[in-house]
């Protein structure tokens, strides 16, 4: 099946720092990927749509200033974490959709976030 | 009331026992349905589509229906590595996912 990478995998940062996480499609090009947050024992909430070559899509309640996302290309998107908190800290997870015929989400493996 | 919802459980059971979780999901506009696996602290993997005829693959079972809006899944011969959070998704436009259902087969 295809690949989604996720860098890093675990980061943690003091208050006040701004971390970036990057999505990689390894072997197909996607034009949207996805982010997500998941909080210990909850669901995934979607946070944003990101959009290769437009701005990013942002779910009610998120904050796009603070949530800043980049899709430089057809492989890479990047969501950074401004001026992180404690209650930033969280599971965050990006997506994207294969395409093709058996059209298929695909996670990439999670980085995890703790702000002290 | 939340878009998709499941039944949280816990579901503790044996091995070889058979379990099927629900989800029902509030969008009838839904066009696409899925039952993901997560493990702890792990992303989220794709087991199976779901389609109003029904699929199979193994020993687990997806069943679709859209007049109830109403999915399933049915695991038989439960297997130890079967322990699990399994998710409902349901896309309309988006995925919007269900809260999970936590699985655990004892031995």
Redesign the interface.
Known sequence: GAVVSQHPSRVICKSGTSVKIECRSLDFQATTMFWYRQFPKQSLMLMATSNEGSKATYEQGVEKDKFLINHASLTLSTLTVTSAHPEDSSFYICSAFSGGPTDTQYFGPGTRLTVL | RKEVEQDPGPFNVPEGATVAFNCTYSNSASQSF?WYRQDC??????LM?VYSSGNEDGRFTAQLNRASQYISLLIRDSKLSDSATY?C?VNAG???????TTLTVKP
């Not at chain 2, 602290?41 to 794709?46: A, D, N, Q, T, V």
């Not at chain 2, 988006?94 to 999970?100: I, P, R």
């Open positions: 899925f602290r792990k992303e989220p993997k794709l589509s998710l998704v988006k995925s919007t996912f269900g809260d999970g």
